[in-house]
């Protein structure tokens, strides 16, 4: 367990805030993280971090694996291992982590191609939509499109789908279906955070023009379902860098309000 003085801000006692990265890092949290206060008071606080966030950048395509992890258990799960599995691994022993399942966001290669060396090394399940499972079948010709080679991925141990809740530690993440990129892409959902995977991007959104891609499906799934979230929910996309709710609805070109 973690605790400091965040001798910066102020918010009511018993509050969950959640506190910037730098501000903490420079205290030695780890990267991120959820803030449970225990006793605030006008010049500090007194934390406590309960989630554990790394984003790694993984792999040919630049994708965004993350760590997810409860730090009062190290259970943790691994979003999207789409390649460099030595630094995920790296990183997760850093943290004192063990990895209780891998899921992917959907079923591309740069999502996925680490799914075999990480289960190997942490013997996790590997989760899926199942509208998207056949794709780990299929990396090395998804892949060959870009001139890049993989190894397939061991299939799924299990298949997730919409309403589903995947708990590990003290945390419960509910699967999303956010079809349109791919047919079985999902989101993860959990307080104040979600993962998008290649649904949406800041500024953008996943393209839809690949197999099983469909323009209209995308913008339903993040206008009708990541659009009803709060507006300072965390956006987690699979490429480029963290977004909100808020700025996406009034930004983004293709799903915002002046799209
Ligand atoms: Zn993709
Ligand atoms: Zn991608």
């Known amino acids: 367990m973690l605790f400091g003085i965040y001798p910066f801000g102020h918010c009511d006692l018993f509050d969950i805030c959640y506190l910037e990265f730098n501000l903490l890092h420079e205290l030695g949290a780890p990267l991120w993280g959820e803030i449970k206060?225990?006793?605030?008071?006008?010049?500090?606080?007194?934390?406590?971090?309960?989630?554990?966030?790394?984003?790694?950048?993984?792999g040919p395509l630049m994708s965004n694996c993350f760590i997810f992890g409860c730090n009062k258990t190290k259970e943790a799960v691994v979003i999207d291992p789409g390649g460099d599995t030595d630094k995920i691994l790296l990183s997760l022993a850093d943290s004192n982590?063990?990895?209780?399942?891998?899921?992917?966001?959907?079923?591309?290669?740069?999502?996925?191609?680490?799914?075999g060396k990480m289960k190997d090394a942490t013997a996790a399940d590997i989760l899926i939509h199942p509208l998207d499972a056949d794709m780990?079948?299929?990396?090395?010709?998804?892949a060959a499109i870009f001139g890049i080679s993989v190894e397939n991925s061991p299939p799924c141990d299990r298949t997730i789908e919409e309403g589903d809740k995947?708990?590990?530690?003290?945390?419960?993440?509910?699967?999303i279906h956010t079809p349109g990129h791919t047919p079985g892409g999902i989101s993860l959902f959990t307080n104040g955070i979600v993962f998008v995977?290649?649904?949406l991007f800041a500024g953008s959104i996943g393209r839809t023009d690949f197999p099983g891609g469909d323009f209209d499906t995308l913008v339903a799934s993040v206008q009708n379902?990541?659009?009803?979230?709060?507006?300072?929910?965390?956006?987690?996309?699979?490429?480029?860098?963290?977004?909100?709710?808020?700025?996406?609805?009034?930004?983004?070109?293709?799903?915002?309000?002046?799209?």
Do not use: C
């Open 37 to 58: 206060t225990w006793f605030s008071g006008p010049e500090y606080l007194l934390w406590e971090v309960i989630l554990i966030i790394k984003e790694l950048v993984v």
């Open 136 to 142: 780990l079948g299929m990396l090395s010709s998804n």
């Open 97 to 115: 982590l063990k990895v209780k399942y891998i899921i992917n966001t959907h079923g591309h290669f740069d999502h996925v191609s680490g799914n």
């Open 166 to 175: 995947i708990s590990f530690g003290e945390i419960s993440l509910e699967v």
């Open 197 to 199: 995977g290649d649904t």
């Open 225 to 259: 379902k990541l659009f009803k979230m709060d507006d300072d929910v965390r956006v987690l996309s699979g490429h480029g860098p963290e977004t909100t709710i808020d700025r996406e609805k009034r930004f983004n070109p293709f799903v915002g309000q002046s799209s």
